[in-house]
């Protein structure tokens, strides 16, 4: 004998204690995409670099890549606790990255370091950005927002240090 359960569709409420704006859910979107994008262009330029330091530069594209990856999963999920759909497809992310192109040939590994620094700096300015925003809206995801730029900003400082002449480029000691 087999009994069928009857399955009534009742509409679930959730009733968080926060839901993120249009205004914030749009900043998320466009944090989400130049991380993914961020990730993206570091994996072509890890393909592709070739020339003096390669090996470093190739391991430094390794972490910058991580931390990419590791962020926009991060800020998919803040997405989504906050009730907001991400959309990470390819074609959204060609149509709104705030990165400039990454080249689809081999790169020399000095043109690499600047390339993969302005994206760095891209996404942080992105953060940047929109930071005041999401913290006068929802201090936890601006939390999120400063581990993101203390992490990108590191990575850009480091990768950029590649290309640098002591003493002879920016930055310049600070002189008390």
Same mark, same amino acid.
């Given at each position: ?8 569709? *009742? ?33 072509? *330029?890890?393909?592709?670099?070739? !020339? ?10 390794? /972490? ?8 926009? =999963?991060?800020?998919? /999920?803040?997405?989504? *606790? ?5 959309? !990470? ?18 790169? =020399? ?15 942080? !300015? ?7 925003? @999401? ?16 992490? %990108?900003?590191? %990575? ?8 640098? @002449? ?9 002189? !008390?």
């Amino acid at each position: 004998m087999s009994e069928t359960l009857t399955q009534t569709t *009742a509409a679930h409420n959730s009733h968080p204690a926060y839901k993120a704006s249009e205004k914030v859910a749009a900043h998320l979107q466009q944090l989400s995409v130049d991380l993914i994008d961020l990730h993206l262009q570091g994996k072509q *330029a890890h393909w592709n670099v070739v !020339g003096k330091n390669f090996r470093d530069l190739h391991l430094q594209l390794d /972490e910058m890549i991580d931390a990419a990856r590791g962020f926009s =999963d991060d800020v998919a /999920e803040r997405m989504r *606790a906050v009730y907001v759909v991400p959309d !990470g497809r390819a074609a959204t992310v060609a149509a709104q990255t705030s990165l400039a192109a990454f080249p689809a040939t081999e790169v =020399d590994t000095a043109t690499t370091v600047d390339l993969a620094v302005a994206a760095l700096y891209a996404v942080a !300015g992105t953060a940047r950005k929109i930071h005041d925003d @999401v913290d006068a809206e929802d201090p936890s995801t601006a939390d999120l927002l400063h581990a993101i730029l203390l992490r %990108l900003e590191q %990575l850009a400082w480091m990768i950029d240090a590649e290309n640098r @002449v002591a003493g002879r480029s920016t930055p310049v000691a600070i002189q !008390g």
